[in-house]
C-alpha cells in the first residue's frame, strides 16, 4: 500500500525559508522508474507542479520557480525534502506531494497523492 | 509553455452524461491524465494514458484524445461525481515538464 505525507510549518514570514517533507512508504526511490514530485494549488485555484526528483537522483524544476526550489532525497529515510526561498503572501497554498512509477512505458501520470499541507504566508 | 484550457463548469443532471474538454497544440500526440478533487481532499487519478483506468475506478469514467482536444466522460452521472476534474499532460518540449489544465467544476444538478 503505497502512502505519502506531507509535513512542514504551516506558517511561514514573508522572505523566510519553506522547507516542506514527504515521507513515504509502500515503496522505495531507489526503484528504477520511481519518482516524487511537489505540486501546489493556491486556495481556489489550479495545481501547479513545482519540481520532482527521481530514482537516479535526476531533478527537475519549474521554470518559473527554479531560482527558488530545492529538492532533495533521503532513500534510507523514505523522504524527498522541498525547500522554497524567498516566500511570498502568492506562496501561500496547499502542498502536495505525488509519486510518479514511470515503469517500463514511462508513464508520467500522479498515481498517489499526500493529503497536502496549507502553507500561508501573511501579507 | 504548453497551455491546457478547459471550461471552467459542467452543470449535468443526474444519470445524464458529462464531458469535460481539456485542449491543447497537438495535445493528440501526448498522453493525457485525469485527477478528480472533491473539496479538502488530494487529487485521484481517474483516466492514465487518455482512456486507461486505474483499478477501482468505474467504468462510468472514460477519455478519448484527438487532435486539439482530450475529453473525459462521466456517464450515468451520480452525485458523488460532483468535483473538480483537471487534465495534466508531461511536455519535454515546455519549461513547465509536468503541466496541469485549468480545471473544470461539474456541479450535479
Known amino acids: 500500500q503505497v502512502t505519502l505525507r506531507e509535513s512542514g510549518p504551516a506558517l511561514v514570514k514573508p522572505t523566510q525559508t519553506l522547507t516542506l517533507t514527504c515521507t513515504f512508504s509502500?515503496?522505495?526511490?531507489?526503484?528504477?522508474?520511481?519518482?516524487v514530485s511537489w505540486v501546489r494549488q493556491p486556495p481556489g485555484k489550479a495545481l501547479e507542479w513545482l519540481a520532482v526528483?527521481?530514482?537516479?537522483?535526476?531533478?527537475y524544476y519549474s521554470a518559473s520557480l527554479m531560482t527558488r526550489l530545492t529538492i532533495s532525497k533521503d532513500t534510507s529515510k523514505n523522504q524527498v525534502v522541498l525547500t522554497m526561498t524567498n516566500m511570498d503572501p502568492v506562496d501561500t497554498a496547499t502542498y502536495f506531494c505525488?509519486?510518479?512509477?514511470?515503469?517500463?512505458?514511462?508513464?508520467?501520470?500522479?498515481?498517489?497523492w499526500g493529503q497536502g499541507t496549507l502553507v500561508t504566508v501573511p501579507s | 509553455s504548453y497551455v491546457l484550457t478547459q471550461p471552467p463548469s459542467v452543470s449535468v443532471a443526474p444519470g445524464q452524461t458529462a464531458r469535460i474538454t481539456c485542449g491543447g497544440n497537438?495535445?493528440?500526440?501526448?498522453?493525457v491524465h485525469w485527477y478528480q478533487q472533491k473539496p479538502g481532499q488530494a487529487p485521484v487519478l481517474v483516466v492514465y494514458?487518455?482512456?486507461d483506468r486505474p483499478s477501482g475506478i468505474p467504468e462510468r469514467f472514460s477519455g478519448s484524445n484527438s487532435g486539439n482536444t482530450a475529453t473525459l466522460t462521466i456517464s450515468r452521472v451520480e452525485a458523488g461525481d460532483e468535483a473538480d476534474y483537471y487534465c495534466?499532460?508531461?511536455?519535454?518540449?515546455?519549461?513547465?515538464?509536468?503541466?496541469f489544465g485549468t480545471g473544470t467544476k461539474v456541479t450535479v444538478l
Open positions: 505525488a509519486r510518479i512509477n514511470e515503469g517500463a512505458s514511462g508513464s508520467t501520470q500522479f498515481d498517489h
Open positions: 509502500g515503496f522505495s526511490l531507489s526503484t528504477s522508474g520511481m519518482c
Open positions: 526528483i527521481d530514482w537516479d537522483d535526476d531533478k
Open positions: 497537438n495535445i493528440g500526440s501526448k498522453s
Open positions: 494514458d487518455d482512456s
Open positions: 495534466q499532460v508531461w511536455d519535454s518540449g515546455s519549461d513547465h515538464f509536468y503541466v
